[in-house]
Protein backbone atom coordinates (compact mmCIF):
# COMPACT_ATOMS: atom_id res chain seq x y z
CA UNK A 1 0.00 0.00 0.00
CA UNK A 2 0.90 3.48 -0.37
CA UNK A 3 -0.13 7.10 0.76
CA UNK A 4 -0.61 10.06 -1.54
CA UNK A 5 0.34 13.52 -0.64
CA UNK A 6 -1.12 16.30 -3.31
CA UNK A 7 -0.12 20.11 -2.42
CA UNK A 8 -1.81 23.08 -3.93
CA UNK A 9 0.89 25.87 -3.84
CA UNK A 10 0.80 29.33 -5.68
CA UNK A 11 2.38 28.76 -8.49
CA UNK A 12 2.16 25.11 -9.08
CA UNK A 13 1.31 21.41 -7.82
CA UNK A 14 2.35 18.43 -6.74
CA UNK A 15 1.42 14.75 -6.41
CA UNK A 16 3.99 12.37 -4.40
CA UNK A 17 3.12 8.93 -3.45
CA UNK A 18 4.92 7.53 -0.37
CA UNK A 19 5.22 3.91 1.02
CA UNK A 20 4.56 3.24 4.74
CA UNK A 21 8.22 4.41 5.55
CA UNK A 22 7.77 7.75 4.23
CA UNK A 23 10.17 6.44 1.15
CA UNK A 24 9.19 8.49 -2.36
CA UNK A 25 7.23 5.73 -4.53
CA UNK A 26 6.74 8.48 -7.50
CA UNK A 27 5.77 12.09 -8.26
CA UNK A 28 4.25 14.50 -10.33
CA UNK A 29 4.18 18.76 -10.87
CA UNK A 30 2.67 21.26 -12.89
CA UNK A 31 3.15 24.92 -13.32
CA UNK A 32 0.21 27.12 -13.43
CA UNK A 33 0.38 31.24 -13.72
CA UNK A 34 -0.49 33.30 -10.82
CA UNK A 35 -2.69 35.93 -12.35
CA UNK A 36 -2.51 39.54 -12.31
CA UNK A 37 -5.81 40.88 -13.56
CA UNK A 38 -5.46 44.42 -12.99
CA UNK A 39 -2.89 46.54 -10.81
CA UNK A 40 -3.17 44.81 -7.01
CA UNK A 41 -5.47 41.58 -7.77
CA UNK A 42 -3.92 38.14 -7.49
CA UNK A 43 -5.32 34.62 -8.61
CA UNK A 44 -5.13 31.55 -9.56
CA UNK A 45 -7.44 30.06 -12.34
CA UNK A 46 -9.04 27.72 -10.21
CA UNK A 47 -10.74 25.34 -13.13
CA UNK A 48 -7.14 25.26 -14.24
CA UNK A 49 -6.07 23.83 -10.72
CA UNK A 50 -8.19 20.88 -10.72
CA UNK A 51 -7.21 19.80 -14.42
CA UNK A 52 -3.24 20.22 -12.95
CA UNK A 53 -4.28 18.55 -9.80
CA UNK A 54 -5.62 15.55 -11.34
CA UNK A 55 -3.39 15.30 -14.06
CA UNK A 56 -0.11 14.81 -11.28
CA UNK A 57 -2.39 12.32 -9.50
CA UNK A 58 -3.31 10.37 -12.58
CA UNK A 59 0.32 10.71 -13.36
CA UNK A 60 1.37 8.99 -10.07
CA UNK A 61 -1.35 6.58 -10.27
CA UNK A 62 0.11 5.17 -13.24
CA UNK A 63 3.32 4.80 -11.38
CA UNK A 64 2.67 3.17 -8.45
CA UNK A 65 0.29 -0.30 -9.78
CA UNK A 66 2.96 -2.55 -7.50
CA UNK A 67 1.88 -0.43 -4.58
CA UNK A 68 -1.48 0.77 -4.54
CA UNK A 69 -2.29 4.37 -3.34
CA UNK A 70 -4.62 3.31 -0.49
CA UNK A 71 -5.47 7.19 0.82
CA UNK A 72 -4.87 10.76 0.04
CA UNK A 73 -4.78 13.99 1.65
CA UNK A 74 -4.32 17.72 0.38
CA UNK A 75 -1.71 20.43 1.98
CA UNK A 76 -2.79 23.77 0.42
CA UNK A 77 -1.93 27.26 0.29
CA UNK A 78 -3.21 29.14 3.03
CA UNK A 79 -6.05 32.00 2.46
CA UNK A 80 -6.43 31.93 -1.51
CA UNK A 81 -10.30 31.61 -1.58
CA UNK A 82 -12.78 30.64 -4.55
CA UNK A 83 -16.71 31.36 -5.21
CA UNK A 84 -17.73 28.00 -6.23
CA UNK A 85 -21.55 27.29 -7.50
CA UNK A 86 -24.09 24.63 -6.64
CA UNK A 87 -22.23 22.69 -10.34
CA UNK A 88 -18.69 22.79 -7.86
CA UNK A 89 -17.54 24.56 -10.60
CA UNK A 90 -15.32 27.72 -9.76
CA UNK A 91 -17.52 31.02 -10.16
CA UNK A 92 -14.41 33.38 -10.42
CA UNK A 93 -10.53 33.57 -10.30
CA UNK A 94 -9.70 32.38 -6.52
CA UNK A 95 -7.50 35.61 -5.19
CA UNK A 96 -4.32 34.49 -3.30
CA UNK A 97 -3.15 35.90 0.01
CA UNK A 98 -1.12 38.82 -1.38
CA UNK A 99 -4.65 40.05 -3.79
CA UNK A 100 -5.36 43.35 -2.13
CA UNK A 101 -8.80 44.03 -3.47
CA UNK A 102 -10.39 43.76 -0.66
CA UNK A 103 -8.71 46.93 1.94
CA UNK A 104 -12.28 48.47 2.79
CA UNK A 105 -13.66 45.69 3.33
CA UNK A 106 -11.10 44.90 6.50
CA UNK A 107 -10.71 48.25 7.48
CA UNK A 108 -14.95 48.31 8.49
CA UNK A 109 -14.83 45.12 10.16
CA UNK A 110 -12.18 46.20 12.23
CA UNK A 111 -14.00 49.34 12.95
CA UNK A 112 -17.43 47.28 14.06
CA UNK A 113 -15.24 44.59 16.06
CA UNK A 114 -11.85 45.80 17.22
CA UNK A 115 -8.44 44.52 15.86
CA UNK A 116 -8.32 42.88 19.44
CA UNK A 117 -11.77 41.11 19.30
CA UNK A 118 -10.82 39.23 15.75
CA UNK A 119 -7.30 38.40 17.44
CA UNK A 120 -8.81 36.67 20.66
CA UNK A 121 -11.20 34.89 18.53
CA UNK A 122 -9.39 34.28 15.73
CA UNK A 123 -5.63 34.28 16.28
CA UNK A 124 -5.16 35.62 13.45
CA UNK A 125 -4.25 39.70 13.20
CA UNK A 126 -6.60 41.89 11.02
CA UNK A 127 -5.63 42.32 7.83
CA UNK A 128 -7.13 41.94 4.27
CA UNK A 129 -5.29 38.95 2.66
CA UNK A 130 -7.43 36.61 4.45
CA UNK A 131 -10.26 35.33 2.79
CA UNK A 132 -13.11 36.49 4.77
CA UNK A 133 -12.54 40.31 3.43
CA UNK A 134 -12.86 39.09 0.12
CA UNK A 135 -15.91 37.16 0.75
CA UNK A 136 -17.25 40.48 1.36
CA UNK A 137 -15.98 42.10 -1.66
CA UNK A 138 -17.76 39.38 -3.97
CA UNK A 139 -20.85 40.20 -1.58
CA UNK A 140 -20.53 43.93 -2.37
CA UNK A 141 -18.71 44.55 -6.10
CA UNK A 142 -20.35 41.53 -7.47
CA UNK A 143 -23.86 40.54 -6.06
CA UNK A 144 -24.80 39.09 -9.02
CA UNK A 145 -22.03 36.62 -8.58
CA UNK A 146 -22.16 36.32 -5.21
CA UNK A 147 -26.49 34.87 -4.96
CA UNK A 148 -24.78 32.04 -7.53
CA UNK A 149 -22.29 31.31 -4.67
CA UNK A 150 -22.87 27.60 -2.74
CA UNK A 151 -19.41 27.62 -1.35
CA UNK A 152 -16.64 29.93 -0.45
CA UNK A 153 -13.91 27.38 -0.35
CA UNK A 154 -10.32 27.16 -0.39
CA UNK A 155 -7.67 24.79 -2.74
CA UNK A 156 -7.76 22.07 -0.07
CA UNK A 157 -11.75 21.65 0.06
CA UNK A 158 -12.33 22.72 -3.20
CA UNK A 159 -10.20 20.12 -4.33
CA UNK A 160 -12.35 17.32 -2.12
CA UNK A 161 -15.06 19.01 -3.37
CA UNK A 162 -14.25 18.48 -6.88
CA UNK A 163 -13.47 15.19 -5.88
CA UNK A 164 -17.31 14.65 -5.45
CA UNK A 165 -16.85 14.36 -1.45
CA UNK A 166 -18.21 17.02 1.09
CA UNK A 167 -16.35 20.11 0.87
CA UNK A 168 -14.96 19.69 4.29
CA UNK A 169 -12.33 22.09 5.02
CA UNK A 170 -9.63 21.43 8.23
CA UNK A 171 -8.80 23.87 11.56
CA UNK A 172 -5.65 24.60 10.17
CA UNK A 173 -7.05 25.92 7.02
CA UNK A 174 -9.96 27.50 8.66
CA UNK A 175 -7.95 29.29 10.95
CA UNK A 176 -6.49 31.18 7.80
CA UNK A 177 -10.07 32.61 6.51
CA UNK A 178 -10.02 34.88 9.80
CA UNK A 179 -13.97 33.48 10.23
CA UNK A 180 -12.92 30.32 12.74
CA UNK A 181 -12.80 30.18 16.37
CA UNK A 182 -9.26 28.56 16.83
CA UNK A 183 -10.07 27.96 20.98
CA UNK A 184 -13.62 26.64 20.18
CA UNK A 185 -12.71 24.79 17.35
CA UNK A 186 -15.84 26.13 14.72
CA UNK A 187 -17.13 29.06 12.86
CA UNK A 188 -17.21 32.40 14.71
CA UNK A 189 -20.71 33.36 14.54
CA UNK A 190 -19.64 36.53 16.00
CA UNK A 191 -17.22 37.51 12.72
CA UNK A 192 -19.26 35.77 10.13
CA UNK A 193 -22.29 37.64 11.51
CA UNK A 194 -20.56 41.23 11.26
CA UNK A 195 -18.84 40.51 7.82
CA UNK A 196 -22.57 39.52 6.65
CA UNK A 197 -21.31 36.00 5.35
CA UNK A 198 -23.60 33.19 6.28
CA UNK A 199 -22.35 30.21 7.95
CA UNK A 200 -23.91 27.73 5.23
CA UNK A 201 -21.94 29.39 2.52
CA UNK A 202 -18.92 27.31 4.16
CA UNK A 203 -17.46 24.26 4.66
CA UNK A 204 -17.43 22.00 7.42
CA UNK A 205 -14.62 22.72 9.26
CA UNK A 206 -12.83 18.85 11.18
CA UNK A 207 -9.60 18.57 12.39
CA UNK A 208 -6.69 17.37 10.25
CA UNK A 209 -6.28 14.00 9.77
CA UNK A 210 -10.60 13.10 9.75
CA UNK A 211 -11.44 10.50 7.51
CA UNK A 212 -13.68 12.69 4.81
CA UNK A 213 -15.28 9.28 2.77
CA UNK A 214 -13.96 7.34 0.11
CA UNK A 215 -13.83 7.91 -3.99
CA UNK A 216 -16.37 6.23 -6.10
CA UNK A 217 -15.63 3.80 -8.86
CA UNK A 218 -16.21 6.84 -11.49
CA UNK A 219 -13.89 9.72 -9.75
CA UNK A 220 -11.22 7.21 -8.93
CA UNK A 221 -11.32 5.65 -12.71
CA UNK A 222 -10.77 8.75 -14.03
CA UNK A 223 -7.74 9.60 -11.74
CA UNK A 224 -6.65 6.10 -12.75
CA UNK A 225 -6.70 5.15 -8.35
CA UNK A 226 -8.01 2.13 -7.44
CA UNK A 227 -11.69 2.17 -5.98
CA UNK A 228 -12.72 3.03 -2.60
CA UNK A 229 -9.44 5.33 -2.10
CA UNK A 230 -9.50 7.04 1.22
CA UNK A 231 -9.50 11.07 1.46
CA UNK A 232 -8.36 12.35 4.30
CA UNK A 233 -8.36 16.38 5.98
CA UNK A 234 -4.83 17.49 5.04
CA UNK A 235 -4.18 21.42 6.24
CA UNK A 236 -2.15 24.90 5.53
CA UNK A 237 0.96 24.11 3.40
CA UNK A 238 3.21 25.60 6.25
CA UNK A 239 1.93 23.22 8.91
CA UNK A 240 1.75 20.25 6.53
CA UNK A 241 5.69 21.19 5.57
CA UNK A 242 5.98 21.22 9.53
CA UNK A 243 4.65 18.40 10.05
CA UNK A 244 6.66 16.38 7.34
CA UNK A 245 9.65 17.20 8.95
CA UNK A 246 8.57 16.90 12.49
CA UNK A 247 8.12 20.34 13.53
CA UNK A 248 5.52 18.91 16.41
CA UNK A 249 6.90 19.77 19.71
CA UNK A 250 6.98 22.90 21.80
CA UNK A 251 10.47 24.75 20.86
CA UNK A 252 10.83 23.64 17.44
CA UNK A 253 10.36 25.84 14.31
CA UNK A 254 9.85 25.53 10.52
CA UNK A 255 10.98 27.87 8.11
CA UNK A 256 9.16 27.65 4.47
CA UNK A 257 11.20 29.23 1.44
CA UNK A 258 8.96 29.47 -1.22
CA UNK A 259 7.02 32.00 -3.47
CA UNK A 260 5.76 33.39 0.09
CA UNK A 261 8.15 32.89 3.29
CA UNK A 262 6.91 31.62 6.70
CA UNK A 263 8.47 30.85 10.08
CA UNK A 264 5.62 28.23 11.89
CA UNK A 265 6.74 27.75 15.36
CA UNK A 266 5.39 25.08 18.10
CA UNK A 267 4.24 27.22 20.82
CA UNK A 268 2.24 26.12 24.20
CA UNK A 269 -0.45 29.55 24.75
CA UNK A 270 -0.82 31.37 26.33
CA UNK A 271 1.44 33.94 24.99
CA UNK A 272 -0.41 37.24 25.79
CA UNK A 273 2.72 39.12 23.51
CA UNK A 274 1.94 37.94 20.47
CA UNK A 275 -0.99 40.42 19.60
CA UNK A 276 1.12 43.33 19.56
CA UNK A 277 3.58 41.55 16.86
CA UNK A 278 0.80 40.78 14.35
CA UNK A 279 1.99 37.26 14.88
CA UNK A 280 -1.08 34.10 13.79
CA UNK A 281 -1.78 31.89 16.26
CA UNK A 282 -3.18 28.51 14.14
CA UNK A 283 -4.06 24.92 14.48
CA UNK A 284 -1.36 22.43 14.09
CA UNK A 285 -2.07 19.48 11.56
CA UNK A 286 -0.74 17.56 14.38
CA UNK A 287 -3.87 18.00 16.78
CA UNK A 288 -3.68 19.70 19.94
CA UNK A 289 -0.80 21.73 19.10
CA UNK A 290 -0.64 25.22 18.01
CA UNK A 291 1.54 27.16 15.41
CA UNK A 292 2.77 30.44 16.07
CA UNK A 293 2.83 31.84 12.13
CA UNK A 294 5.17 34.68 11.10
CA UNK A 295 6.28 35.76 7.62
CA UNK A 296 6.20 37.49 4.57
CA UNK A 297 4.06 37.54 1.17
CA UNK A 298 7.26 38.67 -0.92
CA UNK A 299 9.47 35.84 0.11
CA UNK A 300 10.68 33.67 -3.14
CA UNK A 301 8.76 36.36 -5.77
CA UNK A 302 10.84 39.23 -4.73
CA UNK A 303 14.20 36.85 -6.81
CA UNK A 304 11.63 36.34 -9.34
CA UNK A 305 11.24 39.79 -9.81
CA UNK A 306 14.79 40.21 -10.32
CA UNK A 307 15.29 37.53 -12.60
CA UNK A 308 12.71 38.91 -14.75
CA UNK A 309 13.90 42.58 -14.45
CA UNK A 310 17.37 42.13 -13.86
CA UNK A 311 19.30 39.05 -15.03
CA UNK A 312 18.81 38.79 -19.14
CA UNK A 313 22.43 37.63 -19.25
CA UNK A 314 22.02 35.34 -16.47
CA UNK A 315 18.88 33.99 -18.62
CA UNK A 316 21.27 33.58 -21.52
CA UNK A 317 24.08 31.58 -19.47
CA UNK A 318 21.01 29.33 -17.99
CA UNK A 319 20.35 28.31 -21.53
CA UNK A 320 23.43 28.23 -22.60
CA UNK A 321 24.87 25.84 -20.14
CA UNK A 322 21.22 23.65 -18.84
CA UNK A 323 21.62 24.82 -15.67
CA UNK A 324 18.86 26.58 -13.34
CA UNK A 325 19.43 30.34 -14.18
CA UNK A 326 18.81 30.96 -9.85
CA UNK A 327 22.20 29.21 -9.52
CA UNK A 328 23.80 31.15 -12.01
CA UNK A 329 22.72 34.33 -9.99
CA UNK A 330 23.31 33.11 -6.83
CA UNK A 331 27.22 31.78 -8.30
CA UNK A 332 27.67 35.06 -8.85
CA UNK A 333 27.12 36.64 -5.27
CA UNK A 334 29.93 37.55 -2.92
CA UNK A 335 30.17 35.84 0.53
CA UNK A 336 30.19 39.22 2.07
CA UNK A 337 27.24 41.38 3.12
CA UNK A 338 25.87 43.73 0.23
CA UNK A 339 26.67 47.54 0.32
CA UNK A 340 23.03 47.54 -0.43
CA UNK A 341 19.82 47.26 1.97
CA UNK A 342 16.36 45.77 0.29
CA UNK A 343 12.91 46.71 2.01
CA UNK A 344 11.19 44.01 0.56
CA UNK A 345 7.78 45.24 1.15
CA UNK A 346 6.31 44.54 -2.35
CA UNK A 347 2.83 43.51 -0.92
CA UNK A 348 3.36 45.10 2.60
CA UNK A 349 5.19 44.54 5.30
CA UNK A 350 4.07 40.62 6.75
CA UNK A 351 4.05 40.27 10.31
CA UNK A 352 5.57 42.74 13.16
CA UNK A 353 3.87 45.85 11.13
CA UNK A 354 1.26 44.51 9.46
CA UNK A 355 0.93 47.66 7.09
CA UNK A 356 -0.52 46.49 3.66
CA UNK A 357 0.51 50.33 2.48
CA UNK A 358 4.01 50.15 3.21
CA UNK A 359 6.01 50.17 -0.17
CA UNK A 360 9.83 48.45 -1.23
CA UNK A 361 12.83 50.12 -1.13
CA UNK A 362 16.71 49.90 -1.93
CA UNK A 363 18.93 51.54 0.05
CA UNK A 364 22.28 52.76 -0.45
CA UNK A 365 22.69 53.18 -4.60
CA UNK A 366 25.96 54.62 -5.73
CA UNK A 367 27.31 54.29 -9.35
CA UNK A 368 29.88 51.94 -7.77
CA UNK A 369 26.47 49.83 -7.23
CA UNK A 370 26.34 46.11 -9.61
CA UNK A 371 23.27 44.02 -10.18
CA UNK A 372 25.27 41.46 -8.02
CA UNK A 373 24.61 43.76 -5.17
CA UNK A 374 21.22 44.49 -5.95
CA UNK A 375 20.92 40.14 -6.26
CA UNK A 376 22.44 39.63 -3.05
CA UNK A 377 20.24 42.15 -1.11
CA UNK A 378 17.01 41.02 -2.29
CA UNK A 379 18.00 37.20 -1.01
CA UNK A 380 19.62 39.61 2.57
CA UNK A 381 16.06 42.24 2.50
CA UNK A 382 13.24 39.18 2.81
CA UNK A 383 15.73 37.45 5.52
CA UNK A 384 16.24 40.62 7.27
CA UNK A 385 12.33 40.56 7.84
CA UNK A 386 11.79 37.06 9.13
CA UNK A 387 15.30 37.96 11.92
CA UNK A 388 13.75 40.87 12.67
CA UNK A 389 10.15 38.21 13.40
CA UNK A 390 12.79 36.25 15.31
CA UNK A 391 14.47 38.90 17.86
CA UNK A 392 10.93 40.27 18.71
CA UNK A 393 9.58 36.45 19.30
CA UNK A 394 12.71 35.76 21.29
CA UNK A 395 12.35 39.01 23.78
CA UNK A 396 8.30 37.52 23.92
CA UNK A 397 9.67 34.23 25.10
CA UNK A 398 9.33 32.17 21.89
CA UNK A 399 13.29 31.22 21.85
CA UNK A 400 13.84 28.57 19.02
CA UNK A 401 17.37 28.88 18.11
CA UNK A 402 17.47 25.96 15.34
CA UNK A 403 14.93 25.96 12.63
CA UNK A 404 13.83 23.14 10.13
CA UNK A 405 14.28 24.71 6.54
CA UNK A 406 11.93 23.40 3.71
CA UNK A 407 10.84 24.47 0.18
CA UNK A 408 12.16 25.87 -3.40
CA UNK A 409 14.68 28.32 -1.75
CA UNK A 410 16.06 25.45 0.46
CA UNK A 411 17.48 23.98 -2.07
CA UNK A 412 20.34 26.48 -2.45
CA UNK A 413 23.31 25.90 -0.34
CA UNK A 414 24.34 29.66 -0.76
CA UNK A 415 20.97 31.32 -0.01
CA UNK A 416 20.88 29.35 3.15
CA UNK A 417 24.05 30.32 4.48
CA UNK A 418 22.92 33.72 3.88
CA UNK A 419 20.19 33.07 6.06
CA UNK A 420 21.66 31.14 8.77
CA UNK A 421 24.67 34.27 8.88
CA UNK A 422 21.46 36.76 9.08
CA UNK A 423 19.95 35.13 11.61
CA UNK A 424 22.77 33.71 13.90
CA UNK A 425 20.62 30.73 14.61
CA UNK A 426 21.26 27.51 13.03
CA UNK A 427 19.19 25.88 9.78
CA UNK A 428 18.75 22.46 9.16
CA UNK A 429 17.64 21.03 5.65
CA UNK A 430 16.34 17.54 5.67
CA UNK A 431 16.73 15.22 2.58
CA UNK A 432 13.09 16.04 1.30
CA UNK A 433 12.37 18.43 -0.54
CA UNK A 434 8.60 17.77 -0.61
CA UNK A 435 8.02 18.14 3.29
CA UNK A 436 4.31 19.59 2.97
CA UNK A 437 3.44 16.37 0.62
CA UNK A 438 4.86 13.89 3.40
CA UNK A 439 3.00 15.59 6.03
CA UNK A 440 -0.46 15.30 4.13
CA UNK A 441 0.75 11.75 3.50
CA UNK A 442 1.27 10.99 6.87
CA UNK A 443 -1.84 12.69 7.94
CA UNK A 444 -3.96 9.98 5.77
CA UNK A 445 -1.65 7.24 6.91
CA UNK A 446 -2.65 8.52 10.67
CA UNK A 447 -6.83 8.42 9.86
CA UNK A 448 -6.63 5.51 8.03
CA UNK A 449 -4.48 3.23 11.02
CA UNK A 450 -1.37 2.87 9.15
CA UNK A 451 0.01 5.21 11.55
CA UNK A 452 -1.07 5.04 15.63
CA UNK A 453 -0.10 8.41 16.78
CA UNK A 454 2.20 11.30 15.99
CA UNK A 455 5.08 9.03 17.87
CA UNK A 456 4.80 6.68 15.34
CA UNK A 457 5.16 9.51 12.53
CA UNK A 458 8.00 11.42 14.55
CA UNK A 459 9.69 8.00 13.48
CA UNK A 460 8.99 8.30 9.94
CA UNK A 461 10.24 11.66 9.77
CA UNK A 462 13.55 11.67 11.28
CA UNK A 463 15.99 11.94 8.53
CA UNK A 464 19.45 12.90 8.11
CA UNK A 465 20.19 16.57 7.96
CA UNK A 466 22.47 19.08 6.49
CA UNK A 467 22.98 21.80 9.37
CA UNK A 468 24.28 25.66 8.02
CA UNK A 469 25.99 27.29 10.99
CA UNK A 470 26.34 30.93 10.96
CA UNK A 471 29.53 32.53 10.78
CA UNK A 472 30.44 34.69 13.63
CA UNK A 473 32.35 37.26 11.63
CA UNK A 474 29.46 37.68 8.69
CA UNK A 475 26.66 37.60 12.07
CA UNK A 476 28.26 40.20 13.85
CA UNK A 477 28.22 42.38 10.42
CA UNK A 478 24.77 41.46 9.30
CA UNK A 479 23.65 42.44 13.27
CA UNK A 480 24.56 45.95 12.57
CA UNK A 481 23.21 45.90 9.29
CA UNK A 482 19.99 44.35 10.55
CA UNK A 483 19.82 47.43 13.32
CA UNK A 484 19.48 49.58 9.91
CA UNK A 485 17.09 47.35 8.58
CA UNK A 486 14.63 47.69 11.06
CA UNK A 487 14.51 51.46 11.59
CA UNK A 488 14.07 52.01 7.40
CA UNK A 489 10.37 51.06 7.83
CA UNK A 490 9.69 54.21 10.25
CA UNK A 491 12.22 56.13 8.39
CA UNK A 492 9.76 55.35 4.65
CA UNK A 493 6.63 54.98 5.72
CA UNK A 494 5.79 58.69 5.51
CA UNK A 495 6.88 58.88 1.66
CA UNK A 496 4.90 55.04 0.84
CA UNK A 497 2.02 57.34 1.62
CA UNK A 498 2.34 60.20 0.27
CA UNK A 499 3.09 58.27 -2.94
CA UNK A 500 -0.16 56.79 -3.17
CA UNK A 501 -2.09 60.15 -2.19
CA UNK A 502 0.10 61.43 -5.40
CA UNK A 503 -0.32 58.36 -7.96
CA UNK A 504 -4.67 59.21 -7.31
Known sequence: MSLLGVDVGTTGCKSIAFDVTGRILAEARREYPLLNPKPGYWELDAEQVWRDVTATIAEVAAKTGADPITALAVSALGEAVVPVGHDRRPLAGGPVSADFRAPAQMERLSATLGDAAIYAITGQPG?????LPKMMWWR?????????????????DYVLARMGLDPVIDHSMAARTLAFDIHRGEWSATILEAAGIPV?????ALPSGTLVGHLDADMAASLGLPASVAVVTGGFDQACGALGVGVIDAGTGFYGLGTTEALAL???PPLPNLEALHVALCPHVATGKMLAMAGSQTGGRLLNWYRNEFAAREEELARESGRDVYEVILESLSPEPSPLIV??????S????????????????TFDSKRADVAKAVLEGVTY???SCLAHLDASGVAIRRLMVVGGGARSDTALQIKADIMGRELCRQDTSDASCLGAALLAGLATGIYSDLADVKKIVERDSVTFTPDPDRHRVYARRLAIYEGLYDALIGASRELDRALV
Open 350 to 365: GTIHNDPYSKGAIIGL
Open 200 to 204: DRLPI
Open 343 to 348: LPHFTG
Open 140 to 156: EATPELYDRVWKFLCFG
Open 266 to 268: VVE
Open 127 to 131: TAFYS
Open 385 to 387: EQA
